[in-house]
C-alpha cells in the first residue's frame, strides 16, 4: 500500500537508552521531515532532509540524530533519551505542493 | 525565523454557521500557504492549499489569501460537528529552506451541535 508509516506506534523507553524511530514512505517523495509535538508548543522541526544523504537541522535538533541513505527511509534516533524527549514525534513526507504526514509514534520516556 | 501566527482560539460556532480561521505570516515574499486539520490523537491532514492572492474553494472549505496583507485565512460554511479538530496554517519556506514549511501552532474549533 502507498503511503507513510511509523515504527513503532508507541514506545516507552527509560532515561539514558537508545531509542530509533523508523519513517518509511512509498511515494519516492524527495523531502523528508520529522516533527515533535507538545501541549503548548505545536509542531516544531526536529531534522529533515531534500534527498537521500541531505539532512539538515530544523528548530529543536539536540539530542536526536538522523540519517538518510535510501529516499523511502528516514529514521530518528535518540542518542541518550531524557524525559524531556517525551512527545509525539511525527514523520511527514513532501513533494512539490503534495504532503503528508505519518500517523505518529508517540514516545514515553521514564 | 519565519513566523507563522494563528489565532490562540479556541473557536467555538454553532453546527451550520461559518467559521473563520485566519493566520498571518511575518515573510512578505512567501508564495504558498497550506491548511492542515488535525484531529484530537490523529496526525495533520492537508486539507487546502494556495498560491495566488484570491480566494480558492473546495467544497464547504474556502481558502483566502491575502499577500498584501500577509494572511491568509480558512472559511469553513455549513460547520458541523465533524469539523471539530485543529487547523494548523503553513507557510513554505524558500531559498536555502525551500523544503519546509513553517507552521502555526493551530486554532482549535468546536462545532456544536
Known amino acids: 500500500d502507498a503511503g507513510i508509516t511509523q515504527s513503532p506506534r508507541y514506545k516507552i523507553t527509560e532515561t539514558g537508552r537508545q531509542v530509533t524511530l523508523m519513517c518509511h514512505q512509498t511515494?519516492?517523495?524527495?523531502?523528508m521531515f520529522w516533527y515533535r509535538q507538545d501541549l503548548g508548543h505545536g509542531l516544531r522541526l526536529i531534522y529533515y532532509?531534500?534527498?537521500?544523504?541531505?539532512?539538515d537541522k530544523g528548530e529543536v535538533p539536540d539530542g536526536y540524530v538522523v540519517s538518510r541513505s535510501k529516499t523511502e527511509n528516514f529514521p530518528l534516533t535518540l542518542e541518550s533519551a531524557t524525559r524531556s524527549q517525551t512527545s509525539v514525534y511525527f514523520c511527514?513526507?513532501?513533494?512539490?505542493?503534495?504532503?503528508?504526514f505519518g500517523p505518529g509514534t508517540r514516545l514515553t520516556v521514564t | 525565523q519565519k513566523e507563522v501566527e494563528q489565532n490562540s482560539g479556541p473557536l467555538s460556532v454553532p453546527e451550520g454557521a461559518i467559521a473563520s480561521l485566519n493566520c498571518t505570516y511575518s515573510?512578505?515574499?512567501?508564495?504558498?500557504f497550506f491548511w492542515y486539520r488535525q484531529y484530537s490523537g490523529k496526525s495533520p491532514e492537508l486539507i487546502m492549499s494556495?498560491?495566488?492572492?484570491g480566494d480558492k474553494e473546495d467544497g464547504r472549505f474556502t481558502a483566502q489569501l491575502n499577500k498584501a496583507s500577509q494572511y491568509v485565512s480558512l472559511l469553513i460554511r455549513d460547520s458541523q460537528p465533524s469539523d471539530s479538530a485543529t487547523y494548523l496554517c503553513?507557510?513554505?519556506?524558500?531559498?536555502?529552506?525551500?523544503?519546509?514549511?513553517?507552521f502555526g501552532r493551530g486554532t482549535q474549533l468546536t462545532v456544536w451541535p
Open positions: 515573510d512578505r515574499v512567501s508564495q504558498s
Open positions: 511515494w519516492s517523495h524527495s523531502y
Open positions: 494556495i498560491y495566488s492572492n
Open positions: 503553513a507557510v513554505k519556506g524558500r531559498g536555502s529552506t525551500l523544503g519546509r514549511l513553517y
Open positions: 511527514a513526507s513532501r513533494q512539490d505542493r503534495e504532503g503528508y
Open positions: 532532509s531534500a534527498a537521500a544523504d541531505i539532512t
